[in-house]
Structures are given as structure tokens and as C-alpha cells.
């Protein structure tokens, strides 16, 4: 069963949003869009540098609320004061979280309106820095850093890889929106779980943080990518599947901490990190690796396996010409279904099954058959058609469907699908995981 109560989770939340001065400064407006996605009423405070890479003009206009940039301004005081600012809502975020800002926070300073907000306010802060590698290494930046924490104030981020500037690479990017957002979903949501009794959310979301890893000591097994089904040593029957959702399920997993298994068919993507990465070939290889990884918790069946494969593949390759009028007679047999048997285990099942069902018609009413039918307890559905762009793109819009009933995700990144996915299966796990144990 979906846990109802944690859809609701963002409803009448307040975020206010401090936008720093540096050039990942743009995916704030993404940012703000994921969060009224959710429901969340953003107010938006800008420094002057940060007015320099996007307009307050632009991000009003995804608020719908005017944006606040001067402590100074004597229609902003008379509005909303800072101090109301300050107060007036359930979490601060800042993003991107400069070295300049960390510092005037570290040092208790109030000279501008963001920093003014942020010495008066008795809310959460969560401060997701990005800057150049050198500055984040830099001691100053470092000791700022450990005082803020200290203090109290969440650290997220940031994450590695290249730079804006070009040849630079290391710490210093701001972290995607996606994994800002499951940090905030977790701060947000921190009183609401807590009368529920659900896992705890991931509070503490500095990301070296154990507590921010809610799967540490659950196995999870991912299934991504095509299979390949030989007709002969240099043909195959294969499918447009490029494995991209599955590996990022996988990856998303592990960051929450899971021992993953990511059992993957012929693709071409990097081992996610820390994901233990099991290649094959064939569906019939796919369903021994699958079985050999088990037990585990939760099991996400995100391959594109091919349903049927030839039944007798040629050990040389078919010549031309061979055959009634010169075109070979295949004949076909059915793939196991992986999901199906997994699911069906009657010891080793894991607790949570989850199936895909990519579909070009009737995609609801197929999904609602193949839940009953695999014996998976949650199905992801999407529609594949051509002219949707989500066959080997980068984004996804699903529904997820449960015994409880039906959600309707809007289009967003394979990436933030994999997230959200993750973050409501570990929510929901402890539920499954007793299920499980009355039914052995
Ligand atoms: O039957 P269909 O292929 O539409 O079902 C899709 C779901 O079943 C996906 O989760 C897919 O990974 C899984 N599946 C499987 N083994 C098969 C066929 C599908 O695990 N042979």
C-alpha cells in the first residue's frame, strides 16, 4: 500500500529561498518550479550579486510573489520586514550557498537583507553550497563550514564533477534539484512522520551524513537495460531500451545508503557509485544473476526484457539465401519473466516488488492488470509512444499504481523519478517489510 499520508506531505509548507551569487545561481528557477510543483509557497530573497545571474523578474514570475532584495527598501519593511521573513515560514534554503555567504553567516553578520533574514530566524536552514573546488578546499571556507554546522544549520552538498569554468573539476557543483528537493521533502516532513511512526526522514542531509542513508543495512536489487536475445553468434533480437531509469534507481538507492545489486542488460552507461554491477546478456542470464542477488528488501524490475528469444540460435552465422525463398525461419520462444517469478518466491521474496509496464495504449488499465498478474506490489507505468521522447531520453512522466490506488507524477527527469522512487519506498518499506513477515 502507498502510504497515503506522505502525499500530502508539502501541503501549506513555506520555504524561503535565498538565492546567492554564483553562476548555478539558474537552476534555482528550477528549483522553485519542482517546489510549487509540490505545493510549497516559496518567497524568494535575492543578494545583489545573485541579481547579476537571474532576474528578480524571472523568478517572481515563477513564485507569483514579489522577490525581496534590499534590507533597505521601505515598501519591503512595511510589507514583510525581515523579521517576518525570517519567521514566517517552515525552512530557509540557500542555494547556491556561496563561499562569500557561508562566511557572513559563520561570522554572525547582517548586512544585507539574506544575511539579516538568516541571523533572525529561528527556522531550520539548509545551506547547499557551490563554488569553485579551490574556495571550498580553502581552510576559510572549511572552518566556516564546520562552525555552521555546528551551529546547527544542514550542510548539502556539494557534489563533484566539472565546473562551469572551463578544464576546472572537483568540489565545489551545486547538487541537482532533485536531491535538493528529497533534503527539503525530508526537513519539511520531519514533524509530520515523526506523529506517524514512518522511517525517519532523511534529516541531517550533509551528504558524508549517516543519517541522511535511511536504507543503510537494506539490500536493494535494480534490473536496468535491454536484453539480447542471439539469433545467431553476430545477430540478436534487442530493443530500444537504453537502461538509463534503472541506473538511476540504482544510484539513487545507494546514496540513500542500500547495499544495490543493479543487474544490467547490454548498455552503455557507467557503473553508477557504489553500486555493485552485475552484466549480462540474455533475459535467461538476467533471471540467474536477479535470483543470485536475492535476498534483498526491495527488488525494482526496471529491464526492458525481451519477451521472446529464438529458440534454437544458429552456432554459425545463417548465410544469405538460406531457407524457403531465401529468408531463414525463426521460430520464437517465451523469456521467463523475471518480475513475475521473483515476485511469486514463496521464501526470499522481497518485501517490496516493484514492475514497470511501458506501454503505447491504454497505459493505466494495462498497468492495473500487470500489478495483479507479475504479483508486483507497486507498478511504475509510462508511456513509451514515439513522439514522447522518453524511450532512451532523459525524462519520464509515471503513474504509480499500488493496491491503494493510482499517482500521477508530472514529466520530470529520469534522475528525479529514480529519487522519488527511492525516497517513497524507503518511507514505506517498514510497512511491507511486516506484511512480509506475516505472510512467511
Ligand atoms: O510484461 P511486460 O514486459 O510489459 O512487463 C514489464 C515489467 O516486467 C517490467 O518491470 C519488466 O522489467 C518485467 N519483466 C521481466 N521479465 C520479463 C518481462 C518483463 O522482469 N521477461
Given at each position: 500500500m502507498l502510504a497515503p499520508q506522505r502525499v500530502k506531505i508539502f501541503v501549506a509548507k513555506r520555504v524561503v529561498l535565498i538565492i546567492g551569487g554564483g553562476i548555478a545561481a539558474y537552476k534555482c528557477l528550477d528549483l522553485i518550479r519542482r517546489l510549487r510543483e509540490r505545493e510549497v509557497q516559496v518567497r524568494v530573497v535575492m543578494t545583489s550579486a545573485a541579481q547579476h545571474f537571474i532576474t528578480p523578474l524571472s523568478?517572481?514570475?515563477?513564485?507569483?510573489?514579489?522577490?525581496?532584495?534590499?534590507?533597505?527598501?521601505?515598501?519591503d519593511e512595511r510589507e514583510i520586514g525581515h523579521i517576518r521573513l525570517a519567521r514566517d515560514c517552515d525552512l530557509i534554503v540557500i542555494a547556491p550557498a556561496t563561499a562569500d555567504l557561508l562566511a557572513r553567516m559563520a561570522g554572525g553578520h547582517a548586512n544585507d537583507l539574506a544575511t539579516s533574514v538568516l541571523l533572525a530566524t529561528d527556522k531550520p536552514v539548509l545551506a547547499v553550497p557551490a563554488m569553485n573546488p579551490h574556495m571550498w578546499m580553502n581552510k576559510a571556507t572549511q572552518r566556516n563550514v564546520a562552525q555552521l554546522k555546528a551551529d546547527g544549520v544542514h550542510v548539502l552538498g556539494p557534489a563533484a564533477g566539472e565546473m562551469a569554468e572551463r578544464g576546472e573539476a572537483g568540489v565545489g557543483r551545486l547538487l541537482e534539484?532533485?536531491?535538493?528537493?528529497?533534503?527539503?521533502?525530508?526537513?519539511?516532513?520531519?514533524?509530520?512522520?515523526?506523529?506517524?511512526?514512518?522511517?525517519?526522514?532523511?534529516?541531517?542531509?550533509?551528504?558524508?551524513?549517516?543519517?541522511?542513508?535511511?536504507?543503510?543495512?537494506?539490500?536493494?536489487?535494480?534490473?536496468?537495460?535491454?536484453?539480447?536475445?542471439?539469433?545467431?553468434?553476430?545477430?540478436?533480437i534487442a530493443n530500444r531500451s537504453s537502461g538509463k531509469q534503472g541506473y538511476a534507481i540504482a544510484a539513487a538507492a545507494a546514496r540513500l545508503g542500500a547495499r544495490v545489486t543493479l543487474v544490467s542488460g547490454p548498455v552503455s552507461l557507467p557503473d553508477p557509485a557504489g553500486v555493485d554491477v552485475v552484466r549480462v546478456v540474455t533475459a535467461a542470464e538476467m533471471?540467474?544473476?536477479?535470483?543470485?542477488?536475492?535476498?534483498?528488501?526491495?527488488?525494482?524490475?526496471?529491464?526492458?526484457?525481451?519477451?521472446?528469444?529464438?529458440?534454437?540460435?544458429?552456432?554459425?552465422?545463417?548465410?544469405?539465401?538460406?531457407?524457403?525463398?531465401?529468408?531463414?525461419?525463426?521460430?520464437?520462444?517465451?523469456?521467463?519473466?523475471?518480475?513475475?517469478?521473483?515476485?511469486?518466491?514463496?521464501?526470499?521474496?522481497?518485501?517490496?516488488?516493484i514492475g514497470f509496464a511501458a506501454e503505447?495504449?491504454?497505459?493505466?488499465?494495462?498497468?492495473?492488470?500487470?500489478?495483479?498478474?507479475?504479483?508486483?506490489?507497486?507498478?511504475?507505468?509510462?508511456?513509451?509512444?514515439?513522439?514522447?521522447?522518453?524511450?532512451?531520453?532523459?525524462?519520464?512522466?509515471?503513474?504509480l499504481l499500488s493496491a491503494a490506488g493510482i499517482e500521477s507524477w508530472p514529466d520530470m527527469s529520469k534522475d528525479e523519478v529514480a529519487e522519488r522512487l527511492m525516497a517513497r519506498a524507503a518511507a514505506d518499506l517498514s510497512h511491507y517489510l511486516t506484511a512480509r513477515t506475516a505472510a512467511e
Open positions: 523568478v517572481s514570475a515563477l513564485t507569483n510573489e514579489r522577490v525581496f532584495t534590499n534590507l533597505f527598501d521601505l515598501d534539484v532533485p536531491q535538493i528537493i528529497t533534503a527539503v521533502e525530508g526537513l519539511l516532513g520531519g514533524d509530520q512522520t515523526a506523529k506517524t511512526a514512518a522511517p525517519p526522514p532523511p534529516h541531517d542531509v550533509s551528504l558524508a551524513s549517516p543519517r541522511q542513508h535511511v536504507l543503510t543495512g537494506r539490500s536493494v536489487l535494480v534490473t536496468a537495460g535491454p536484453t539480447h536475445e542471439p539469433i545467431d553468434p553476430v545477430r540478436y533471471l540467474e544473476a536477479a535470483q543470485a542477488a536475492l535476498p534483498a528488501d526491495i527488488a525494482i524490475f526496471a529491464a526492458a526484457v525481451a519477451d521472446w528469444r529464438v529458440a534454437k540460435p544458429k552456432p554459425e552465422k545463417i548465410k544469405k539465401g538460406h531457407g524457403e525463398a531465401g529468408v531463414p525461419k525463426l521460430t520464437l520462444t517465451e523469456n521467463p519473466d523475471i518480475l513475475k517469478t521473483i515476485a511469486h518466491l514463496k521464501r526470499r521474496r522481497p518485501a517490496l516488488v503505447t495504449q491504454t497505459l493505466v488499465a494495462h498497468a492495473r492488470r500487470k500489478l495483479k498478474r507479475k504479483g508486483a506490489d507497486w507498478i511504475v507505468a509510462n508511456d513509451v509512444s514515439p513522439g514522447t521522447g522518453i524511450m532512451g531520453g532523459d525524462h519520464n512522466a509515471v503513474h
